[in-house]
């Protein structure tokens, strides 16, 4: 079994910051693709920014240039970095991975969401 677990969410001001971090525990053999989606009320989820092992990134075109995704491979961690935040940011972000674990199955894992509110 894989765990995936998040923090960092909160509230902020039109225009502010948050860094959003995830860490991922449990049989790990290896992480693929690691990334977050948001879902904000009476919406689909969204994949906002996506990371490869190689630190290849995609983000959505609605926060190129002020979100930023990385990760630490050693910690099996991704984070994002939310800077000039909007009232359209706000939304329940979710962690992913791609896991694959030491009996070499593949997981898809999500962790439980953290609230991101940006609201004056």
């Known amino acids: 079994q894989v765990q995936l677990v998040e923090s960092g969410g909160g509230s902020v001001q039109p225009g502010g910051s948050l860094r959003l971090s995830c860490a991922a525990s449990?049989?790990?053999?290896?992480?693929?693709?690691m990334g977050w989606y948001r879902q904000a009320p009476g919406k689909q989820r969204e994949s906002v920014a996506i990371?490869?092992?190689?630190?290849?990134?995609n983000y959505a075109d609605s926060v190129k240039g002020r979100f930023t995704i990385s990760r630490d491979n050693a910690k099996n961690t991704v984070y994002l970095q939310m800077i000039s935040l909007k009232p359209e940011d706000t939304a329940v972000y979710y962690c992913?991975?791609?896991?694959?674990?030491?009996?070499?199955?593949?997981?898809?894992?999500w962790g439980q969401g953290t609230q991101v509110t940006v609201s004056s």
């Open positions: 990371i490869t092992s190689g630190g290849s990134t």
């Open positions: 449990g049989s790990i053999f290896s992480i693929n693709v």
């Open positions: 992913y991975a791609d896991v694959r674990s030491r009996d070499l199955r593949r997981w898809d894992s």
